[in-house]
C-alpha cells in the first residue's frame, strides 16, 4: 500500500504509536476497561485496500525483542483501575516474521497472560487480522 501512497510517519521500534484506554461494552450489560496498543512494526505484506495502518510502520524488519518492548512499556504504566482487555492493533502482520520475530511469541503471550483468561472477546474486534491476532495469541501454548 505504501508504494501507491508512499506518505509515511516517522516511527521507532521501541514505542508504539498510540495507546488508547477507554470502556467498552462487555457482552454482559456491563463495561470492560480495555488497552488497545497500536504497535509500531514492519509494514504488512497484504496491503490492504481498506487499511491505513501501513502509515505508521517501519521501514526494515522489525528488530527482535522490539514488539515486546512496545507492550511491556504500555503494560507497566500505572492505571487507576483494572485493566481487563488487551488489543493489539499491528501496523505490520502476526504472521509475517518480517514484521513480528517468532522468537518473540512467547514472550508476547506471557505478557498478555491476564487477558487471555477471560473468555470473551471484545465485540470491537472485528477487523480481521485483530481477530486473527487475537485467536493466535488465545491458542499460544508457552514452551
Known amino acids: 500500500m505504501s508504494q501507491s501512497n508512499p506518505v509515511s510517519r516517522p516511527t521507532s521500534a521501541d514505542q508504539a504509536y498510540h495507546v488508547e484506554h477507554e470502556w467498552e461494552p462487555d457482552g454482559k450489560g456491563g463495561y470492560a476497561h480495555a488497552t488497545t496498543i497500536f504497535l509500531t512494526a514492519s509494514e504488512c505484506p497484504i496491503g490492504c485496500s481498506m487499511c491505513d495502518l501501513w502509515q505508521n510502520t517501519l521501514t526494515v524488519p522489525t528488530p527482535p525483542g522490539a514488539i515486546v518492548r512496545q507492550i511491556k512499556t504500555v503494560l507497566d504504566e500505572p492505571l487507576d483501575h483494572d485493566r481487563q482487555w488487551i488489543k493489539l492493533y499491528n501496523s505490520g502482520n502476526f504472521f509475517d ?31 480481521a487480522c485483530c481477530v486473527s491476532t487475537t485467536c493466535w495469541m488465545r491458542n499460544w501454548k508457552s514452551p
Open 97 to 127: 516474521p518480517r514484521s513480528i520475530p517468532p522468537a518473540d511469541y512467547a514472550a508476547i503471550a506471557k505478557l498478555c497472560e491476564p487477558a487471555l483468561s477471560l473468555k470473551t472477546i471484545p465485540t470491537s474486534v472485528v477487523i
